[in-house]
C-alpha cells in the first residue's frame, strides 16, 4: 500500500515538501496516546535474540535512524514508535543555518537514491539542547547527536565550533558523533584528514568528559566512502589511539562514475551527497576494511544502501555491530524497520551464531584466515 501511495502522491511532490508532509504525520501520530500504541505495536515488535550492546548501551536491536532524517530533535518519539531501536538526530551546527538555496534534494527513483545538498540546515546546538533537556520520552531508545561545522565558521576556528556544539549536547546525548564527511560543507571533508581530525577529536573528547564528568558520553566518528584505503587505515589507526568509542561507514558520496546509475544525467549531474543502494558496494567495502584493521577494538556502525535485511546482515558479517538505514526508508515507507527486524531474526536462527554479537565481524574474520 505504502508503494502506491508513494507513486501517486510523493513522486508528484517535491522531496524535500514531501519528507516535511511525512515527517509532520510521524510526529502527530506519536503525540496521540491510542493510535502510537498500536503503531508502536505493529511496526515495533520486539525481537529478544536481536537485543545489542554497543559502547555500553543497551538498545533492542541493531537497527537505528542515521542522521539527517531527523536534524532538530522534533520526531525521535516518532521515529522509535516506528521501530528503530536507536535514534541519530543532526547533523547540529554550533549555529542555526538555513542550508543551501532551495532546490537541494532529489529522488533516483529508478536508483533507490537519493542526492541532498542540504547544507546542515538546523537550528542551531543552543536550540536542540533546549528541545532535549525539554524532552519527556514515551518510548524508550538511544538518542545519538551528530554534530558538525557551522558554514559560516572558518576551518580554523572549526575546533571551537564543534567543542560549542558539544558543551551545549553532550549531557544529553547517549552517544555523540563527530560528522567531518558530509560534501556539503565546503572544506568539511579537509578535517578527515589525520592532522586535523586529531586535535578536533582530542577537543571533544575533553569537552564532553569537561561538561559531563559524571558520564563517560562514547564518542563516534562519522566518515566519507571517498577516502582512499590508505586514508582510511588512517583513521582507524587514529581512532584506536585516541580510543574512540565508534566510527560510522559510511555518508554519502560524491561519486557517480561506476555505480550503474539508471536515472538520467538531468538528476545524476546534480552535485551533492548521493546515498541509498548505488551506494551500498562501497559503504561494505570500507566497514569491512575497518573491521580488518580494528577488529573488535572500536564499535563500528554500518550505513549506506541498507534496503533490506540481507543488507542489514552483511554489514553484521562484514564488522558492524549497528547499522542504520534513511534512504531506503523513503522508499520502503512505515514498514522498514519491522522488516528489517523480522529478516535479522530469521538470518541469526538459520546461522551458526548463538547470538548476533557472535555474528559480528564473522564473514571478515574468516576472509583474513
Not at 554550533?94 to 542540504?118: H, S, T, W
Not at 559510511?250 to 561519486?255: C, H, L
Not at 558492524?320 to 538470518?347: C, D, M, N, W
Amino acid at each position: 500500500m505504502y508503494k502506491l501511495f508513494f507513486q501517486l502522491v510523493f513522486t508528484r511532490m517535491d522531496p524535500e515538501q514531501a519528507h516535511h508532509l511525512a515527517f509532520r504525520w510521524i510526529r502527530l501520530a506519536a503525540r496521540i496516546p491510542v493510535l502510537r500504541t498500536f503503531a508502536a505495536a505493529a511496526l515495533a515488535p520486539r525481537h529478544e535474540e536481536l537485543r545489542t550492546e554497543a559502547f555500553g548501551l543497551r538498545m533492542h536491536g541493531p537497527f537505528g535512524l542515521a542522521a539527517g532524517f531527523d536534524k532538530n530533535a522534533v520526531a525521535i518519539d516518532g521515529m522509535a514508535m516506528l521501530g528503530f531501536d536507536h535514534i541519530e538526530i543532526g547533523t547540529v551546527t554550533g549555529e542555526p543555518q538555513p542550508g543551501n538555496p532551495k532546490k537541494r534534494l532529489f529522488r533516483l527513483v529508478a536508483d533507490r537514491a537519493l542526492i541532498n545538498r542540504m547544507g546542515f540546515n538546523n537550528e542551531g546546538s543552543a536550540a536542540v539542547a533546549r528541545r532535549l533537556a525539554a524532552r519527556t520520552p514515551v518510548f524508550r531508545t538511544v538518542v545519538g547527536v551528530n554534530i558538525g561545522k557551522t558554514k559560516a565558521v572558518p576551518e580554523a576556528e572549526a575546533v571551537g565550533d564543534y567543542v560549542k556544539s558539544t558543551e551545549r549536547l553532550a549531557a544529553h546525548a547517549d552517544y555523540l558523533v563527530v560528522n567531518v564527511s558530509s560534501p556539503n560543507t565546503p572544506g568539511l571533508r579537509d578535517l578527515q584528514a589525520t592532522e586535523a581530525l586529531r586535535p578536533l577529536l582530542t577537543a571533544v573528547r575533553e569537552a564532553a568528559d569537561r561538561t559531563v564528568p559524571g558520564r563517560r558520553v562514547p564518542l563516534l566518528v562519522k566518515i566519507a566512502p571517498d577516502l582512499a584505503d590508505e586514508d582510511i587505515d588512517a583513521v582507524a589507526d587514529l581512532a584506536v589511539e585516541l580510543g574512540l568509542d565508534g566510527i560510522i561507514a559510511t555518508n554519502t558520496t560524491i561519486a557517480r562514475e561506476g555505480l550503474g546509475l539508471a536515472s538520467p544525467p538531468s538528476l545524476t549531474k546534480e552535485t551533492g551527497g548521493l546515498s541509498g543502494a548505488p551506494l551500498k558496494e562501497r559503504s561494505l567495502a570500507v566497514l569491512s576494511r575497518l573491521y580488518a584493521r580494528v577488529g573488535d577494538r572500536i564499535t563500528l556502525v554500518g550505513v549506506g544502501g541498507i534496503e533490506s535485511a540481507e543488507d542489514a546482515w552483511q554489514r553484521i558479517l562484514a564488522g558492524a555491530t549497528l547499522v542504520q538505514g534513511y534512504s531506503a526508508f523513503v522508499y520502503e515507507g512505515p514498514f522498514y524497520a519491522r522488516a528489517i527486524h523480522k529478516g535479522l531474526a530469521a538470518r541469526l536462527a538459520a546461522s551458526p551464531y548463538a547470538t548476533l554479537a557472535d555474528a559480528v565481524g564473522a564473514r571478515t574474520r574468516k576472509a583474513a584466515q
